[in-house]
């Protein structure tokens, strides 16, 4: 499979699918333009696309999960645009343009984070949505969702990453906690609630599920080694960030190439989780395989 077409042409119709979904708002809330500024940025659309990936490698038709993956993307920008306000990482540049309360001002864009998190939820309960799934499989992914971008999950994260900043004695278990909980959690709800709505065994959700983590976990650290060794204009956002709001990162404790590996060995240690499923997961492993050496 060429990989590169692959992901450019879900991230089409997840992005598609994303202004559909938002249109609605449009005539009803004067926070449309901070909301489809910040959602409909030029993003990899990575976390929707593994849920389509994941849903695709069991069921014929990916159209009826299509807005959990929006709703997912919608969740992650929400993260975004907080991560980047002044009172956190204080970020100019996002996918290669300004950030969201750099154009609408910090108190629309938090209200607008605010938002895309609510109507994530609405858009997965939405009866027209929940129709084509078992009610026992819906009430699940909608415990899913909640608990990845809650305080177990996101929002646990992100506290942790605050009240470490200029922590000088942070450890390797606590960068892991952080990553777990911040970037992993996202990327294995994408692919866990996907296989809880094709209705797979407990033994290779929790596969998948593994998989997922150790894929967030890499996903990470490769986000922190371009961090430090990229360019705006290439990754589309600032660099230098970790540094600038002294955060620690596997580069900070181990150095860019020591940082390298260990991305390297959680991607594969990731990949091993679903290799005993032969080639029904092959997608999923090309694109952990790609995401490992991106360069953006």
């Known amino acids: 499979m060429e990989i590169k077409k692959y992901l450019e042409e879900k991230k089409q119709k997840i992005d598609n699918a994303l202004e559909?979904?938002?249109?609605?708002?449009?005539?009803?809330?004067?926070?449309?333009?901070?909301?489809?500024?910040?959602?409909?940025?030029?993003?990899?659309?990575i976390r929707p696309i593994l849920m389509l990936s994941t849903y695709n490698a069991s069921a014929n038709s990916e159209d009826e999960i299509i807005p959990?993956?929006?709703?997912?993307?919608?969740?992650?920008?929400?993260?975004?645009?907080?991560?980047?306000?002044?009172?956190?990482?204080?970020?100019d540049l996002r996918r290669g343009r300004p950030t969201c309360h750099k154009i609408y001002g910090s108190d629309m864009a938090l209200l607008?984070?605010?938002?895309?998190?609510s109507y994530a939820?609405?858009?997965?309960?939405?009866?027209?949505?929940?129709?084509?799934?078992?009610?026992?499989?819906v009430a699940s992914?909608?415990?899913?969702y909640a608990f990845a971008s809650g305080v177990k999950g996101l929002v646990g994260g992100q506290v942790m990453d605050v009240v470490t900043t200029s922590d000088e004695a942070i450890d390797e278990e606590t960068i892991?906690?952080?990553?777990?909980?911040?970037?992993?959690?996202?990327?294995?709800?994408?692919i866990r609630a996907a296989a809880i709505l094709a209705h797979l065994?407990?033994?290779?959700?929790?596969?998948?599920?593994?998989?997922?983590?150790?894929?967030?976990i890499s996903y990470q650290i490769v986000d922190d080694v371009l961090d430090y060794s990229s360019k705006p204009e290439v990754l589309g956002k600032d660099i230098g960030q970790n540094v600038k709001n002294k955060k620690a990162s596997f580069v900070s404790l181990y150095g860019i190439e020591k940082a390298k590996e260990i991305a390297k060995?959680?991607?594969?240690?990731?990949?091993?989780?679903?290799?005993?499923?032969?080639?029904?997961?092959?997608?999923?492993?090309e694109l952990a395989l790609y995401l490992l050496e991106r360069n953006k």
């Open 265 to 285: 060995e959680y991607s594969f240690k990731g990949i091993d989780f679903i290799m005993p499923y032969g080639n029904k997961y092959e997608t999923l492993k």
């Open 201 to 216: 065994e407990d033994s290779e959700i929790t596969a998948l599920s593994r998989f997922g983590e150790y894929l967030g």
């Open 68 to 91: 959990f993956a929006c709703s997912v993307e919608m969740i992650h920008a929400y993260s975004l645009i907080h991560d980047d306000l002044p009172i956190m990482d204080n970020s």
């Open 112 to 117: 607008a984070g605010d938002a895309l998190l």
């Open 121 to 137: 939820f609405e858009i997965i309960s939405n009866p027209k949505v929940i129709k084509s799934f078992k009610q026992e499989a």
């Open 141 to 144: 992914v909608l415990h899913e």
């Open 176 to 190: 892991l906690y952080i990553e777990k909980k911040k970037t992993a959690a996202l990327i294995t709800l994408s």
């Open 20 to 45: 559909v979904l938002l249109a609605p708002l449009k005539e009803h809330s004067v926070l449309y333009a901070a909301m489809s500024y910040g959602l409909l940025s030029p993003g990899k659309r």
